[in-house]
């Protein structure tokens, strides 16, 4: 039997106010879940008032529902206001007569920290600096001649290829262009033409290179340059200084190796590898196998170079070094992937 408009209407009325007496009433939050499943749930009152309009005339349909509606978000509009109430009444009471234990101690505060990259900078200068070592700093944004010319890279030499350039702007000034520079080794070039040796010297910076960025690659990524020009400096002078920064940053236990390498720049050239801190030289996937994991590249400073620098190589001699800051940490903490540096995750950067 369908009930007439009128009467559905007092009945929705007679739901609300007696509804909000019931909240008006209640002081736990177990009675309030019930009162809300008895007048807001799927088999309330006023559910089953809402579902039979379907049964009364299109015109009087909607004005029932329009009245339904506003029922049903009065009745929860109320519902929110006294669960505010009662948690604020719960919390308030909590803190009248709970107990201040003043010997507890407090909330730990977060406290920033530095960059993994940066304390492995700070640390690898600190070394150098202990031998004697000055640091300074070239810029990010580089002229061609400083970034390959000057370093025995003229512009058809196959070495360039090994260098995926992020270029600036066409050549300007006179055949002049600019790049970002892939290396810190201009800066040598750039201090040789205003000091005299003796130089003894390392470069922290950024580096860019316009290649794919993957696990054990970055398009930006920070190197350390060092340089040392003096009269009578040999490669064992090299040699000595190498071995003594690898064993402060590693570990005096860890080997060394030191072999014949080419670069450019230098001549004779070499590179450093130490043991690998995985397997301990017994071979594994992170050292392919071979028990030993190059970290940076060496030489003696080629006389051309010496002589772009304003430098007379029959007078002086001298060694450059250069290494992949990113790499020192991930041999030391058995990290896998150099996009972790970058990606800004605090669960990764916290443990630093």
């Known amino acids: 039997m369908t009930l007439p408009t009128k009467a559905v209407l007092q009945q929705l009325e007679q739901i609300q106010k ?15 879940q019930l009162w809300k499943v008895r007048y807001l749930g799927r088999k309330s009152r006023l559910t089953q008032v809402l579902r039979s309009l379907a049964t009364l005339p299109l015109e009087e349909r909607r ?5 339904g509606n506003e029922v049903k978000n009065i009745l929860e509009s109320s519902l929110a206001e006294r669960e505010k109430i009662l948690e604020e009444a719960r919390i ?30 700070e640390e690898i200068c600190d070394i150098f600096k202990g031998m004697g070592f000055q640091v300074i700093e070239g810029p990010d944004v580089e002229w061609d001649y400083y970034n390959f010319e000057a370093l025995n890279i003229p512009q058809e030499h196959p070495a360039r290829d090994m260098f995926a350039t992020l270029w600036v702007d066409a050549e300007v000034e006179g055949g002049k262009a600019r ?39 970055e398009s930006m990524f920070y190197q350390v340059e060092g340089l040392a020009i003096d009269k009578n400096i040999t490669m064992a002078d090299l040699k000595g200084t190498l071995f003594e920064f690898c ?15 080419y670069f450019p720049f230098v001549e004779p050239g070499a590179e450093v590898a130490i043991e690998c801190l995985a397997c301990h030289g017994a071979g594994c996937r992170v050292c392919g196998y071979t ?13 051309d170079v010496l002589r772009r620098g304003g430098i007379d190589p029959k007078a002086y001699s001298g060694f450059a070094f250069g290494m992949g800051v990113e790499r020192m940490p991930m041999l030391r903490y058995g990290i896998d992937d150099i ?6 995750d605090l669960r990764f950067l916290k443990q630093f």
């Open 339 to 344: 996009r972790l540096f970058y990606g800004n």
């Open 247 to 261: 064993r402060c940053l590693f570990g005096e236990e860890r080997k060394i190796r030191f072999r014949c390498d």
């Open 179 to 217: 790049l970002l520079r892939t290396h810190t080794s201009p800066v040598q070039i750039r201090l040789m033409e205003k000091k005299r040796p003796p130089i003894r010297v390392v470069v922290p910076g950024r580096c860019y290179r316009y290649e794919a960025t993957d696990a054990t690659h």
């Open 63 to 67: 004005k029932v529902g329009v009245r």
């Open 291 to 303: 028990g030993w994991v190059e970290i940076l590249g060496a030489g003696m400073v080629h006389p």
């Open 18 to 32: 007696q509804a909000s007496e019931e909240l008006e009433k209640i002081n736990d939050p177990k009675e309030l």
């Open 92 to 121: 308030a009471s909590s803190l009248k007569y709970k107990k201040l234990d003043v010997t507890l101690p407090g909330q730990p505060l977060s406290v920033g920290r530095l960059h993994p990259i940066t304390q492995t900078l």
